[in-house]
């Protein structure tokens, strides 16, 4: 075999094996960064019509919690622009989770908003930023933007961050070795994307996750991860 198609092999060994992330509700952990949120989900919402947004930088939890709640109520989950293509049929009194909520059409958001308060359902709007600093061409929208009950989801903290760790090294059916996870909280970016993101990278050394292989690799040292 050549060493070209001999490395190929190896590599093609090394794919890693990942599940898709849990973001069940028995999984949420709740702490600083999220309590309030957290609070005023538990038992959201209370009365029909109800529209309340979260909102936070990425990365810090927020499609966890509102994929929680969607569990919860048996909500229907729409992504931005999907807003304008259901049926408002479909929607009518029922709850619906909306992420990426500041993407979504103005027309078809307004049309969302009006379904929801009369149909007697309820609208979680998941975004960034909070609704009353969106771009909004409708005035009428505009108004009813700032009038939503807004929650903010701050940067993980470390509870969270070692949580979002420790479901990402499950997903890969990994366990990592004493002190890995509070080593990582230390050093990495406060998100579950760069959580995910090292995970994703010791992975493909396919040995055991010790804070030695973790520090390498955060060190750029990945000749050592392979020897």
């Given amino acids: 075999m050549s060493a070209d198609r001999a490395h190929m092999a190896q590599m093609q060994l090394r794919l890693p094996l990942k599940q898709e992330t849990s973001r069940r509700a028995a999984d949420l952990e709740v702490s600083t960064s999220n309590a ?112 939503v009950r807004t929650i903010a989801v701050e940067v993980p903290d470390d509870v969270i961050l070692a949580a979002m760790l420790k479901r990402s090294f499950a997903a890969r059916n990994i366990v990592p070795g004493e002190g890995v996870i509070e080593y990582l909280v230390r050093r990495i970016d406060r998100s579950a994307q760069s959580a995910e993101m090292i995970v994703d990278r010791l992975d493909m050394y396919h040995r055991p996750v010790t804070r030695v292989l973790a520090r390498q690799v955060l060190e750029g040292d990945f000749t050592a991860g392979l020897s």
């Fill in 36 to 147: 309030v949120a957290a609070e005023a989900l538990e038992d959201w919402p209370s009365e029909p019509g109800s529209i309340m947004a979260l909102y936070g930088p990425a990365g810090s939890g927020k499609s966890h919690m509102a994929a929680a709640w969607v569990e919860r109520v048996g909500a229907i989950a729409l992504h931005g622009e999907e807003a304008a293509w259901c049926d408002p049929l479909e929607l009518e009194g029922r709850p619906v989770l909306l992420e990426e909520a500041e993407g979504a059409d103005d027309e078809a958001l307004f049309h969302l908003i009006n379904l929801t308060q009369s149909g007697g359902g309820a609208l979680l709007m998941v975004s960034r930023d909070p609704p009353a600093s969106w771009m909004v061409r409708l005035p009428d929208l505009k108004s009813r933007l700032n009038a």
